[in-house]
């Protein structure tokens, strides 16, 4: 069964620190699609990232970056000098492609970055 | 604007009554889902539909029925069945890709539901 996982209830940083964010996940897929997205206070979840599991290449987008590494299943996201619209809950998800299945989520990490 | 909208943006349900939420959407996505989101319990899947007249049950369907007789409309009931029923609902809509529902969820601002 697929299932995702994110250790880390909530994180609290100071303006201007990094953080990163885990995800592990479990699937007996060898196709597979990951993805992340930010639920600011608004609650609208805003898609950030989807990577399939034969693009292990790490990805930079402005100060977000994501490390995708098969041999630990993990999928974590860092944001390099944090800011204070950072603040949101992050989901890790995993969608399998031989079953197509909907997506499915981590339970979430609360990040609240502190001026 | 294409998006997703959802309403209304609180509920308030009675002991035994039967609510609705809606969802709607102009993005010409074919596939709809529902999904719920507790504190600390992440987003847990109650429906999806990815063509209409057609839908799935998800990991938490029990008290719950919805209908998809359009493509740009997925409402969702919440039954007297559903024993709580407080909860934060969140639609979505994804794009298909030869009948492949892995691609990225684009989501409605949400319908925060609470028991009277």
């Known amino acids: 069964a697929q299932k995702v996982t994110q250790a880390q209830t909530e994180i609290s940083v100071v303006e201007k620190e990094d953080v990163t964010l885990d995800c592990v996940y479990e699937?007996?897929?060898?196709?597979?699609?990951l993805f992340w997205y930010k639920q600011p206070p608004s609650g609208e979840l805003v898609f950030l990232i989807r990577?399939?599991?034969?693009?292990?290449q790490n990805e930079i987008s402005g100060r977000y970056s994501w490390n995708f590494q098969k041999s630990t299943s993990s999928f974590n996201f860092t944001i390099t000098a944090s800011q204070v619209v950072d603040s949101a809950v992050y989901f890790c998800?995993?969608?399998?492609?031989?079953?197509?299945?909907?997506?499915?989520f981590g339970k979430g990490t609360r990040l609240s970055v502190i001026a | 604007d294409g998006g997703i909208t959802q309403s209304p943006k609180y509920l308030f349900r009675k002991e035994g009554q039967n609510v609705t939420l809606s969802c709607e959407q102009n993005?010409?996505?074919?596939?709809m889902y529902w999904y719920r989101q507790d504190p600390g319990q992440g987003l847990r899947l109650i429906y999806y539909s990815q063509i209409v007249n057609d839908f799935q049950k998800g990991d938490i369907a029990e008290g719950y029925s919805v209908s998809r007789e359009k493509k740009e409309s997925f409402p969702l009931t919440v039954t007297s069945a559903q024993k709580n029923p407080t909860a934060f609902y969140l639609c979505?809509?994804?794009?298909?890709?030869?009948?492949?529902?892995?691609?990225?969820?684009?989501f409605g601002s949400g319908t925060q539901l609470s028991v009277l």
């Open positions: 990577r399939n599991s034969f693009d292990e």
């Open positions: 993005l010409n996505h074919d596939a």
């Open positions: 979505a809509s994804s794009m298909e890709q030869g009948g492949l529902i892995n691609e990225k969820l684009f």
């Open positions: 998800a995993l969608s399998e492609a031989r079953r197509n299945t909907p997506l499915v």
């Open positions: 699937t007996r897929d060898t196709t597979y699609y």
